[in-house]
C-alpha cells in the first residue's frame, strides 16, 4: 500500500514491465513499502514465506520490488522465485555501496548506514538468482514519486519535512535523538548555502544515478 509521499515511479514501472518481456503470468512477492505490481499481466501475490507453494515453472516471470531486504532468508527466497519461474525473476532493488555513497551520508551518517546494512549485495542476489543475470542501474528521475531518500536528489529541503521523512523506513532504524541530529546538520547546510556550494548541480540535474538497480535472472539455455 501507497502511503503519502510514496507511489509507484513510473520509469521503474517501465523498466520493470520490459524486464519481464512477454510473459503472462508473473508470481509478485511482496513485502517492499511501494508495489510495483505489473498491471497488464496475470498477477499472483504472495508475502515472503520460506517455501513457495507452486510447482516447478509454474509462472512465466517473477518479481520482487525493495523487498529483499526484508526477508528471513534472501537466498533460499530467490532460490525459490528461480525454481517456480520459467523465464525471468526481476528484483528491483538498490545497491547499498551506492547508498553509502550518497550525498545524505555527509548529514545523516547512522541514517544512511543503517539503510545500507540492511541490504544484501547486488552480487549476493545474482548468486542466489543464478542463470544469466543482468543488472542494470536505474536512473532516479527528478521528479521520483517514489519518496525514499534518493528522490530528493536535488530537492534536498524535502527532507526537512518530518512527514516526508516518515514514509522512508531508513529514518526509523535511529533513534529520535540521531535522527534530529542528522536533520538540523542538514538544514544549516542549506541555511548556509554550503549543500549548494557543494551539490547545487543536482538542483539542474533531470536525472541521477544512485544505488537504485534492477536485477534480471533467465535460465541458462541448456542448463
Known amino acids: 500500500m501507497t502511503t503519502g509521499d510514496r507511489r509507484p515511479e513510473p520509469v521503474f514501472v517501465r523498466a520493470v514491465r520490459t524486464a519481464l518481456g512477454p510473459a503472462r503470468t508473473v508470481l509478485v512477492v511482496g513485502g517492499g513499502t511501494v508495489p510495483y505490481d505489473p498491471a497488464d499481466r496475470d498477477v499472483t501475490v504472495v508475502e515472503p514465506v520460506q517455501d513457495l507453494p507452486f510447482p516447478d515453472g509454474a509462472f512465466d516471470a517473477a518479481l520482487t520490488a525493495f523487498s529483499v531486504h526484508a526477508w528471513a532468508e534472501p537466498e533460499h527466497g530467490l532460490a525459490e522465485l528461480r525454481r517456480v519461474t520459467s523465464g525471468p525473476v526481476v528484483v528491483l532493488t538498490r545497491d547499498p555501496d551506492r547508498v553509502r555513497a550518497h550525498w545524505l551520508a555527509e548529514y545523516a551518517p547512522d541514517v544512511v548506514a543503517a539503510d545500507a546494512g540492511r541490504l ?12 544469466d543475470v543482468t543488472t542494470t542501474p536505474l536512473p532516479v528521475p527528478f521528479t521520483c514519486v517514489d519518496g525514499f531518500a534518493e528522490a530528493y536528489y536535488g530537492r534536498p529541503e524535502r527532507l526537512l519535512d518530518a512527514g516526508v521523512r516518515k514514509t522512508d523506513p531508513a529514518w526509523a532504524l535511529v533513534d529520535e535523538m540521531t535522527a534530529a541530529r542528522s536533520v538540523a546538520a542538514l538544514r544549516s547546510a ?8 557543494r551539490h547545487g548541480r543536482l538542483r539542474v540535474s533531470p536525472s541521477h544515478e544512485g544505488s537504485v538497480v534492477l536485477v534480471t535472472a533467465t535460465p541458462t539455455l541448456g542448463a
Do not use: Q, T
Open 120 to 131: 544484501p549485495a547486488v552480487d549476493r542476489i545474482a548468486a542466489a538468482l543464478g542463470g
Open 190 to 197: 542549506l541555511e548556509r548555502g554550503a549543500w549548494d556550494d
